[in-house]
């Protein structure tokens, strides 16, 4: 068990399957690295699970939430080890960002850029996205990463971001792990205040409320009904296609309902099949 600050240092764990992550880990942090590790085996891949803890600072719009993002690297690192984590990579910026700009922005899939949904609300946020997690492919030689199905449309843009790129490297989803009362679990949530978090309930609660509903328009709405009676700031509840995210899904297509909003300073997102 290693914490590593460069990829020349990574050895033996470098080519195996990786769990990008921020850090400030919580217990579906740890399903992934647990999740990861069985991939591995099952798959009989070479090196070994890599946990990255990165902050990444090109995909913070926003300045105040960049600066209060929890960190705990001795933390994140006993939690991934006891999940079956091999290393733990712990790069500065100036490891995944040289001086020399030699690390430019990716070119953006499709999905990255869908109206109404994170484009709209965080612009620059999938800039920033793909260009670290490409960047931290490259750097561990990952043949697959795990990513968590609570950011949806984020699974869907590195998807579409290795394919596009020829990169040899299987996304891996994993299901959302959520609370008792249904809220998805988030680095961000330590941040709701008691009333705060009893409203954030509010975004499953909305979540399966559109299920309900067979017609988008009409899902939609309802699920804002919920979102409006908790106070919750709205700022979007989608139904996509779950694949494309493009448009509401055919008759007998996969769906997919999105929801975002806003609780004091805390920005909240979250899904669901529909």
């Known amino acids: 068990m290693s914490i590593v600050h460069r990829a020349s240092e990574l050895g033996r764990f470098a080519g195996g399957v990786l769990v990008p992550t921020m850090g400030y880990l919580h217990p579906g942090h740890v399903r992934l690295v647990a999740h990861a590790a069985r991939y591995l085996a099952e798959r009989r891949l070479s090196g070994g699970v890599i ?10 719009d926003e300045q105040h939430d960049y600066d209060r993002y929890p960190r705990d690297l001795e933390r994140d690192a006993a939690m991934c080890f006891e999940a079956g ?9 100036d490891e995944v960002y040289p001086p020399d700009g030699s690390v430019t922005v990716p070119d953006l899939p499709a999905s990255a850029r869908l109206p109404g949904l994170e484009d709209t609300y965080r612009p620059g946020h999938f800039e920033g996205v793909c260009q670290v997690c490409k960047r931290l492919l490259e750097l561990t030689g990952a043949k697959a990463a795990v990513f968590g199905e609570k950011d949806w449309q984020q699974y869907i843009v590195i998807r ?17 792990v959520r609370e008792e009362d249904g809220l998805a679990m988030s680095s961000r949530n330590v ?12 975004l499953s609660a909305a979540l399966e409320e559109a299920r309900r509903h067979r017609d988008p328009a009409a899902a939609e709405a309802a699920g804002r009904v919920v979102l409006d009676a908790a106070g919750v700031v709205t700022e979007y509840l989608a139904v996509r296609d779950a694949e494309t995210l493009v448009g509401p899904p055919k008759p007998g297509g996969a769906g997919r309902v999105l929801v975002a ?14």
């Open 51 to 60: 946990v990255s803890v990165f902050v990444n600072p090109t995909q913070f």
């Open 85 to 93: 984590a091999d290393c733990v990579f712990a790069p500065e910026v």
């Open 160 to 176: 579409d971001l290795v394919e596009q790129e020829g990169m040899d490297v299987e996304i891996v989803p994993h299901p959302t």
């Open 191 to 202: 941040h709701l205040d008691e009333r705060e978090r009893k409203m954030a309930a509010a």
């Open 261 to 274: 909003g806003r609780l004091g300073l805390t920005r909240l997102i979250d899904n669901s099949r529909w």
